[in-house]
């Protein structure tokens, strides 16, 4: 999932500015914590 462009997916997701981890669409399993990552440990990915 990740070399496919997860996280580019939640990167998307969180731009919109309608949505938050809380809304059970972002609950599903992979999404919460891909938020919390970009959130609070990188705002960017590094290059692959």
Known sequence: MLSAGF???VKTLR???DLNPDLPSMRCVG???A???RTRWR????PL
Do not use: T, V
């Open 7 to 9: 996280l580019d997916e």
């Open 35 to 37: 938020w919390d990552y």
């Open 31 to 33: 999404y919460r914590q």
């Open 15 to 17: 731009a919109r500015g």
């Open 43 to 46: 705002p960017e990915p590094p």
